[in-house]
């Protein structure tokens, strides 16, 4: 048992994510359930990109501010899941989100996952000039949010090419600006 940690924790170190096909490979093994009792061993987690289908050890994700890591256009976040990732953002930006605009800074499709939220009522949402926008289900913070959201200009929806909202180096006007 220590022999095939320590040469998963090798392969993790050498390729950083992988899908559960390589892990079966590295492993020896055909069996799902033996792959996920080595890695629980070792602490993993999931892409939200790619519908969950990238590993990675715990110790492995350097993650930015925003609680995001990539490699080789694999998502992970810092909470898991895309429904998780989502809600937190929704809950901490300053005011609320669009799908376009949480998209653009997800890099992956959103509009399902905030559905789901706005479903399971995680996150409220209002129409505001015919586009949807996701604030926090706490009536305090969601004030402030769209509070923030009507006191802005009227910020366009990102367009198909993905090009940022005009005025903003984030391409979103209410989400705060990496350190360098």
Known sequence: MVFTLQALRSFFQRKLIATLQELKQILGTTSTMTVFRKLKTLGYRTSY?????YYTLTTIPQFDQQGLWSCRAVRFSRDGNLLATAQRFVEQAPAGFTASELQALLQVEVKQTLLQLYQRKRV??????????YFSREAGRQGAQRGQREARP???????????IAGTE???????????
């Open 49 to 53: 990109s790619h519908r969950g289908k």
């Open 124 to 133: 409220q949402r209002r129409e505001i000039e015919g586009v949807y926008v």
């Open 154 to 164: 009227a910020a366009r929806e990102i367009g198909e090419s993905g090009r940022a």
């Open 170 to 180: 984030s391409g979103h006007p209410s989400v705060p600006q990496l350190a360098g």
